[in-house]
């Protein structure tokens, strides 16, 4: 399993603070990222900031800052969440990075090259908010008959000269495409909505923009920036080393994954995929557009101001409590709700109850009754976690991140029963080394668990590691074979999952 393994979020618009939707996405590709480290696989993540565009010209000028000041502040925030909810990310790619200006100016040329690209005027409907062009067919209605973007967004009316794509030379080839990668679109309901947008036919694309400066300059043409979603979805190129490093590019691309959320799917399965056939370039395998996180049942966006800070959340629950609720909580692919009350509910059931309770009940007795060192093995044959891996396994191929956690609490599940019924406690007034057994397979039960659950709350899992005396180099899967050491002295057990309260009603 050494094949390599190249996994991105989309990179974000830092024109506010991070909200909690920034730190779902980042969270779950981090999850998918660590569990692909752990099988042995080399992996790549990378995650950063989408700097150009009007939308940050905007947003810039209503704080009287320029856009590279807006984006240096707000950058800075979403690298601090990212570093605060330990993404393990390779590469945080800022759009303004050099390489990225290079990186987009080359696949410009390529498909100018390749004949896909033409001056023209552009006239139409521009929403700022989704940085995107619709068709009057496209809009709907507002509150008060105004004209509206599929998203709801406001768009205006906009005359410009502009650069064009051939998108509409595309479309069989990329209904071809999707015909012959099942997987390129997931899951399955996006993959629907693309083919049947495609499906209606393709209007080629405006990829400059004249009425402002602040983007990438279009190679060759003074005046021209490239619209910010040319140069945003170029980062994942920028990303492998592509094209200053060939060496790198070679191996890390095509990607294997694009993580994006599921309002953004068109620009990653049709217009990410055509500019990259009109440049001679591998098409990434598959793009997956994960659901919604909703306040409430609410909607929350920076626009609206609806916008929870994944900081503070991560400060009440901890950083591994709110990762665990959410790729626990939420169907990966589809919306999920959150709300105080469900978090604390389902961290104080699931991993101060559960996981918490069979680490600390195990550990307290070994510290006490084996003078704190790791007990003799015995015959006991153990709770039975066999198979559990490859179960966890295959739902982390099929991107079921909450069916994996699932599996791995019916390992603690398992656990804990066996262990309740073995009550070693009172097995040890009548014979001690049958309680020393119990207590040596409730150990190696929690050291199988922590392992299998280190790519979701990765913190908690090594604390329970280092009180287990692991090694770093002795906790991926590889691992899971080798069983714990008796003999050997561990560290006094500490708590790992505090039980929450509830917030005053
Ligand atoms: O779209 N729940 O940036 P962005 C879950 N710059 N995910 C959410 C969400 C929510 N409530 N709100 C947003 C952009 N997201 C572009 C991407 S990629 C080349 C360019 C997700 O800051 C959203 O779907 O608006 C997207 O995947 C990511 O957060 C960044 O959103």
């Known amino acids: 399993m050494t094949k390599p393994f190249y996994i991105t979020t989309a990179i974000s618009y830092p024109n506010g603070r991070p909200h909690v939707g920034h730190a779902y996405e980042a969270i779950a590709t981090d999850a998918i990222a660590r569990w692909r480290r752990l099988e042995g696989r080399p992996v790549r ?271 009440r629950y901890g950083v591994d409590g709110l990762r665990y609720f959410l790729l626990r909580e939420v169907s990966f692919g589809q919306d999920g709700s959150y709300s105080d009350d469900a978090i604390v509910t389902r961290i104080n059931a699931d991993l101060a109850n559960g996981l918490g309770n069979l680490a600390q009940r195990c550990l307290s007795i070994i510290a006490k009754q084996c003078a704190g060192r790791v007990p003799a093995p015995g015959t006991a044959s153990g709770p039975d976690l066999g198979g559990l891996a490859a179960r966890i396994g295959q739902a982390m191929d099929a991107l079921q991140l909450n069916r994996a956690l699932e599996i791995v609490w019916e390992g603690v599940s398992e656990a804990n029963r066996w262990f309740a019924d073995q009550a070693p406690w009172a097995l040890r007034k009548t014979d001690p080394a049958a309680a020393d057994a119990v207590l040596y397979a409730t150990a190696e039960a929690v050291r199988q668990l922590a392992i299998l659950v280190r790519w979701a709350i990765p913190g908690a899992a090594d604390a329970l590691l280092d009180q287990l005396g692991q090694a770093e180099d002795a906790r991926d899967l590889a691992a899971l074979a080798v069983p714990l050491t008796p003999g050997i002295a561990l560290p006094p057990p500490q708590g790992v999952f505090p039980r929450l309260e509830p917030a005053p009603a």
């Open 45 to 315: 993540f990378l995650t950063g900031t989408d700097e150009h565009g009007l939308k940050m010209a905007q947003a810039a000028r209503a704080r009287g800052l320029t856009p590279r000041q807006l984006a240096d502040e707000m950058s800075a925030s979403f690298k601090a969440m990212a570093d605060q909810l330990t993404i393990s990310y390779d590469r945080f790619i800022r759009t303004t990075d050099a390489d990225h200006y290079a990186a987009s100016a080359e696949l410009w040329r390529r498909m100018a090259a390749n004949g896909d690209i033409y001056l023209g005027r552009y006239e139409g409907w521009y929403s700022v908010r989704d940085e995107a062009f619709y068709g009057e067919e496209e809009l709907i209605a507002g509150a008060v008959g105004e004209r509206l973007s599929p998203q709801g967004t406001p768009v205006e009316w906009t005359v410009e000269e502009s650069w064009f794509f051939r998108l509409s030379a595309y479309q069989d080839r990329l209904l071809a495409h999707y015909a012959a990668h099942p997987d390129f679109i997931q899951p399955e309901a996006r993959r629907n909505e693309v083919i049947r947008f495609v499906e209606g036919g393709l209007a080629d694309l405006s990829i400059s923009r004249t009425s402002f400066d602040w983007g990438v300059p279009v190679p060759d043409s003074p005046g021209h920036v490239m619209y910010v979603w040319v140069d945003a979805l170029t980062n994942y190129l920028t990303g492998a080393g592509w094209p200053a490093d060939p060496a790198l590019a070679e191996r890390w691309w095509p990607a294997d994954i694009h993580i994006i959320g599921k309002d953004i799917v068109r620009f990653h399965a049709v217009y990410w995929p055509a500019f990259l056939m009109a440049a001679g370039v591998a098409l990434p395998k598959a793009v997956f557009g994960h659901g919604f996180l909703l306040n409430r049942g609410e909607k929350m966006s920076k626009s609206t101001g609806n916008v929870i800070d994944p900081a503070a959340m991560a400060e």
